[in-house]
């Protein structure tokens, strides 16, 4: 892989270049980063920059030094969210990042109430909307719970959905492939708000009855040109490093 930079970049964008392979997937926990002398040549820049820039990302915990083995990914650096399994999936065609499996797959149809939902999809309190949920574990342990919401219309075009199995191909591309309309994805929200006990269940949190554990969550809406087409909410474990685009 050619890793030379445009004239003039400096650390930060060396330090982006390795981060945006980790979050990809490209690079896993335990893997080894070029040697300081390969990311002077790859990038052609001064052994003060590669410094600064694999500082800049020990900073945010996603690699380590490991003494003869010099710099590697650290363990579990990064939990990404569904919106951005998305993107990784149209860069390199990986599901899972290396050691990333799932467990607990559900799909249901169910009458939806909660007002975010409901409002986030146009859906009357009530309706019915098909709800997907499953637990993102790395190393078998639990990162995080995805929960995708899709109202009638999408599914009508996206029978699969319904499929009480694992979706072979992104929602979004098949959705389009069959209308001809092009789905977006909008501005991701992250919140922090008490986990619910099958929440706290699904990421094998052993808290007392009735504790308030607070939990990060993200949630992103889809649509087309005419209406929304599914709403996602990532519940992220206690600790998870949750990378925010810019």
Same mark, same amino acid.
């Given at each position: 892989?050619?890793?030379?930079a445009?004239?003039?970049?400096?650390y930060?964008?060396?330090?982006?270049?390795?981060?945006?392979?980790?979050?990809?997937?490209?690079?896993?926990?335990?893997?080894?980063?070029?040697?300081? /002398? *390969?990311?002077?040549?790859?990038?052609?820049? +001064?052994?003060? %920059? =590669?410094?600064?820039?694999?500082? !800049?990302?020990? /900073? *945010?915990?996603?690699?380590?030094?490991?003494? +003869?083995?010099? %710099? =590697?990914?650290?363990?579990?650096? !990064?939990?990404?969210?569904?919106?951005?399994?998305?993107n990784?999936m149209?860069?390199?065609?990986?599901?899972?990042?290396?050691?990333?499996?799932?467990?607990?797959?559900?799909?249901?149809?169910?009458?939806?109430?909660?007002?975010?939902?409901?409002?986030?999809?146009?859906?009357?309190?009530?309706?019915?909307?098909?709800?997907?949920?499953?637990?993102?574990?790395?190393?078998?342990?639990?990162?995080?719970?995805?929960?995708?919401?899709?109202?009638?219309?999408?599914?009508?075009?996206?029978?699969?959905?319904?499929?009480?199995?694992?979706?072979?191909?992104?929602?979004?591309?098949?959705?389009?492939?069959?209308?001809?309309?092009?789905?977006?994805?909008?501005?991701?929200?992250?919140?922090?708000?008490?986990?619910s006990?099958?929440?706290?269940?699904?990421?094998?949190?052993d808290?007392?009855?009735?504790?308030?554990?607070a939990?990060?969550?993200?949630?992103?809406?889809?649509?087309d040109?005419?209406?929304?087409?599914?709403?996602?909410?990532?519940?992220?474990?206690?600790?998870?490093?949750v990378?925010?685009?810019?």
């Amino acid at each position: 892989m050619a890793y030379k930079a445009p004239e003039g970049k400096g650390y930060a964008d060396v330090a982006a270049h390795f981060r945006t392979l980790i979050k990809s997937g490209d690079l896993a926990p335990g893997d080894s980063l070029p040697s300081v /002398s *390969e990311i002077r040549e790859q990038f052609g820049v +001064a052994a003060k %920059t =590669v410094s600064r820039a694999l500082g !800049l990302l020990k /900073s *945010e915990g996603l690699v380590t030094s490991r003494g +003869a083995l010099g %710099t =590697v990914v650290a363990k579990s650096p !990064l939990v990404i969210t569904g919106a951005d399994r998305l993107n990784r999936m149209e860069q390199n065609g990986m599901r899972y990042a290396p050691g990333e499996t799932s467990s607990g797959h559900r799909v249901m149809r169910r009458s939806v109430y909660d007002p975010e939902v409901c409002t986030a999809l146009d859906l009357e309190p009530g309706d019915e909307a098909v709800i997907r949920i499953r637990v993102f574990r790395q190393d078998d342990k639990p990162t995080s719970v995805g929960i995708s919401i899709y109202p009638p219309h999408t599914v009508a075009a996206v029978p699969e959905l319904a499929d009480d199995v694992r979706m072979v191909k992104q929602f979004d591309k098949l959705y389009t492939e069959r209308t001809g309309r092009e789905v977006v994805k909008g501005q991701r929200i992250a919140h922090a708000r008490q986990a619910s006990q099958d929440e706290l269940a699904a990421l094998e949190i052993d808290a007392p009855p009735h504790s308030a554990v607070a939990l990060l969550v993200t949630t992103v809406t889809f649509h087309d040109d005419e209406q929304a087409l599914g709403y996602w909410e990532d519940v992220y474990a206690p600790g998870a490093r949750v990378p925010i685009s810019e």
